[in-house]
T-cell receptor, first 114, second 107 residues
Framework: GAGVSQSPSNKVTEKGKDVELRCDPISGHTALYWYRQSLGQGLEFLIY????????KSGLPSDRFSAERTGGSVSTLTIQRTQQEDSAVYLCASSLDSAAYEQYFGPGTRLTVT | RKEVEQDPGPFNVPEGATVAFNCTYS??????FFWYRQDCRKEPKLLMS???SGNEDGRFTAQLNRASQYISLLIRDSKLSDSATYLCVSEHTPLVFGKGTRLSVIA
């Protein structure tokens, strides 16, 4: 079946612009996660959604970052007033629920802020 | 957020060698761990789960040592295709990922 998809695959933006990154999770997966991975670094947790519960935003690095998940499916990560340090690969993952430890990752969006 | 620590490597080994790397964890209450594999410029994928009894899958063996709070991954008869970064993961909601250990298998 279809896996997790993300768009765009690459995004180049100028410093100060806003960007939106999209994630389509696997159908039926109620848990959705956003991570950030800088070059040569590990995964940095950003935010996670579980069903209709309030999202866990504890990993968001600043108030320039926000995310929403509409209808329990598609999620959008928004970065306002982008900075060069925001350049990274943004990975989305989904799992059946928060108790299911196998997360299926999308291919990521490579964000470059110039 | 609870941490897991890994030796970043790289581990450079010849084909056919046996290689092992460890991951230490700080939360003694953690029950389950996982190894994910991440190929260069690709997304992570689950390799195997590690429970108290350990786990073996073909050339791969994962063990959990609760007393010393570490998990290990052993790869026997290394293949070129095993070259990747191996991420140690501790069960939490959400999962806690280590920074990864890079393995290069050389012909």
């Amino acid at each position: 079946g279809a896996g997790v998809s993300q768009s765009p695959s690459n995004k180049v933006t100028e410093k100060g612009k806003d960007v939106e990154l999209r994630c389509d999770p696997i159908s039926g997966h109620t848990a959705l996660y956003w991570y950030r991975q800088s070059l040569g670094q590990g995964l940095e947790f950003l935010i996670y959604f579980q069903g209709n519960s309030a999202p866990d935003k504890s990993g968001l690095p600043s108030d320039r970052f926000s995310a929403e998940r509409t209808g329990g499916s598609v999620s959008t990560l928004t970065i306002q007033r982008t900075q060069q340090e925001d350049s990274a690969v943004y990975l989305c993952a989904s799992s059946l629920d928060s108790a299911a430890y196998e997360q299926y990752f999308g291919p990521g969006t490579r964000l470059t802020v110039t | 957020r609870k941490e897991v620590e890994q030796d970043p490597g790289p581990f450079n080994v010849p084909e056919g060698a046996t290689v092992a790397f460890n991951c230490t964890y700080s939360n003694s209450a953690s029950q389950s761990f996982f190894w994910y594999r991440q190929d260069c410029r690709k997304e992570p994928k689950l390799l195997m789960s590690v429970y108290s009894s350990g786990n073996e899958d073909g050339r791969f063996t994962a063990q959990l040592n609760r007393a010393s709070q570490y998990i290990s991954l052993l790869i026997r008869d290394s293949k070129l295709s095993d070259s990747a970064t191996y991420l140690c993961v501790s069960e939490h909601t959400p999962l806690v990922f280590g920074k990864g250990t890079r393995l290069s298998v050389i012909a």
